[in-house]
């Protein structure tokens, strides 16, 4: 293949990459909209909450968007959890207007690894549960954002708390301790008997 | 001494003639940092904690003696891209380049609104340094490091989901694998596949039964991501046609998978003669980093004899280039082709000038 051959195939390419791209940022649009605007606060609002209290590292808390309503709970089962396992987070208020629920799970390095909306059940207590595999080591935020979602777009409250991800040792029984590094150090040093072979091979 | 202090020497020299490229490739490593730091940050931190992403760690070390054995074919088509500036095509690297980059930025930020910032951040780095020396260079220096440039996408850690679906599904191949041949082997083993990663269930002659479980630690898929790396450098050093070159990663998948099989079926079958503890202590723990040796050591060997492929490592063990006689002939220094044999004589007939 010419040069010139090589450069119109890559412009070709290019083209259906960069639409590609452009479609698929556009498709960004619907996921962004999980933590959308309330009538009382801004979603970009949230977010900035969301990772001043990431940064922060304070464990446990809550911030009110409405001064009304004023019990808002959220525990989280088990707080301390081995790596791939299970952790349940229960979010409670005696809010009737609380509809729905919605749990994001932020991982150690602040990245947002899950958003779940639930709706509540229960009576006097509304009640709501969302479950998640941390596949990451270290502290994790949970938040549960109380919004209402039928009558009227409102958010009354925000709380976090925090577990903690432990590892048991993982290691690749293949190559213990060296990982994967201690595979590619072995074929290179095979590599090198390789060459070394050929050239003490007589010609 | 003398000979040192003469190479010394000609660092001044060297920098004043080449000012321009050291300058354009600071400004490419200054603009990797800028971008992704905290990506490279975090990816530093994980390989140094997991151990099936440790071989990012040695990823700088192959891209580096990459671009040291590839320096003269860099060289020289920097200076071509010098010579041919005038040519018709002159802004259709740059063009290229500028939508590489774009790609590159509309990978990242589209990453950055997904649950996998850090793989899609990643992902975007190689074609933004592909974008990058296209604006900065030329295709044929684009074309020269390419392996390098290729190589950076090892740095993308497997979302957890394709290595779970991938490494399971290997791993029930090679328990099932093993399965059979310790039956044909007469070893008093059952199989169990229902639930979770399989397990060979083996009843010593005490009656004593003993589990062995192959999960995603032990279904190779940690082997085959350090062979594919290795394959992708081994490109950059091996002759031979493009055929045969995939032919290397299709011959090293069967010879480290088989190798696999073998690994499982002799950790069982040394239970069942030694024990468990021999089993476990001696064979488990050696038994990958000495099956990988004698596998990357297969695949050579076998890709020499099937595939006839040559590696060839530094330009002196290089053949001349085919096309160098026919295209001095044409452009009377230059080898369009390698440049690297054609560029030392133009260097040398250069200073000759000078010096008359």
């Known amino acids: ?203 | 001494m003398k000979r040192l202090l003469g190479k010394f020497k000609c660092i001044p020299a060297f920098l004043k003639s080449n000012w321009l490229h050291i300058l354009a490739e600071s400004f490419i490593l200054l603009l990797i940092t800028v971008v992704y730091w905290r990506d490279l940050e975090i990816l530093a931190n994980e390989a140094f904690q997991a151990e099936e992403l440790s071989h990012i760690l040695l990823i700088p070390l192959f891209v580096g003696i990459l671009l040291y054995w590839k320096r003269d074919i860099f060289k020289a088509s920097i200076s071509l891209d010098s010579m041919q500036k005038k040519s018709r095509n002159m802004f259709m690297d740059e063009l290229i380049g500028l939508s590489l980059c774009l790609i590159a930025f509309l990978i990242y930020w589209y990453g950055s609104y997904t649950f996998y910032p850090l793989e899609y951040h990643l992902l975007s780095l190689p074609i933004f340094v592909s974008g990058i020396i296209l604006v900065l260079f030329n295709l044929k220096t684009l074309k020269a490091i390419i392996i390098s440039v290729a190589l950076l996408i090892f740095i993308v850690p497997i979302p957890s989901e394709i290595t779970y679906t991938l490494g399971g599904n290997l791993a029930n191949f090679n328990t099932q694998a093993s399965y059979i041949i310790l039956k044909c082997f007469g070893v008093p083993a059952t199989l169990n596949v229902t639930y979770g990663s399989p397990t060979i269930m083996l009843t010593k002659p005490q009656g004593q039964s003993i589990s062995f479980t192959v999960g995603l630690q032990c279904s190779g898929i940690y082997t085959l991501t350090a062979f594919f790396m290795f394959a992708v450098f081994l490109l950059a050093i091996v002759q031979t046609s493009a055929i045969g070159k995939v032919g290397i990663f299709i011959l090293g998948f069967f010879i480290f998978e088989a190798l696999n099989i073998l690994r499982i079926t002799a950790i069982v079958s040394a239970a069942y003669i030694f024990g468990e503890e021999v089993a476990m202590l001696i064979f488990h723990s050696a038994a990958g980093l000495i099956l990988t040796f004698i596998g990357i050591l297969a695949t050579l060997i076998a890709s020499e004899k099937l595939l006839k492929t040559k590696v060839i490592i530094g330009r002196n063990e290089a053949p001349p280039c085919p096309w160098c006689k026919r295209l001095q002939e044409k452009f009377q220094n230059f080898c369009l082709n390698c440049g690297t044999h054609s560029l030392r004589e133009t260097t040398q007939n250069q200073s000759h000038h000078r010096q008359k």
């Not at chain 1, 947002?112 to 009640?127: A, H, L, P, R, Y």
Request: with cysteine.
């Open chain 1, 1 to 203: 293949m010419s040069l010139k051959n090589l450069q119109k195939l890559l412009l070709v390419l290019l083209i259906a990459g960069l639409t590609v791209s452009v479609l698929s940022a556009v498709a960004v649009k619907a996921e962004e909209g999980t933590i959308s605007d309330y009538d009382n606060v801004k979603a970009e609002q949230v977010i900035n909450d969301i990772n001043s209290t990431v940064s922060s590292s304070v464990g446990e808390g809550e911030i009110k968007y409405d001064q009304n309503y004023t019990t808002y709970r959220l525990t989280v089962s088990p707080p301390s959890v081995i790596i791939g396992n299970p952790v349940t987070a229960t979010a409670e208020t005696d809010n009737r207007r609380v509809t729905h629920i919605i749990f994001i799970w932020v991982n150690p390095y602040g990245v947002i690894k899950k958003i779940e909306t639930v709706s509540v059940s229960g009576d006097n207590w509304k009640t709501a549960q969302s479950t998640y595999q941390p596949d990451k080591l270290g502290k994790w935020v949970v938040f549960a954002l109380f919004v209402n979602a039928n009558s009227c777009r409102w958010l009354y409250a925000m709380r976090w708390n925090c577990f903690e991800v432990t590892g048991i040792t993982q290691q690749i029984p293949d190559f213990p301790v060296v990982g994967t590094a201690g595979a590619m150090t072995t074929m290179l040093l095979g590599l090198g008997l390789f060459l070394n072979r050929k050239r003490q091979k007589p010609i």
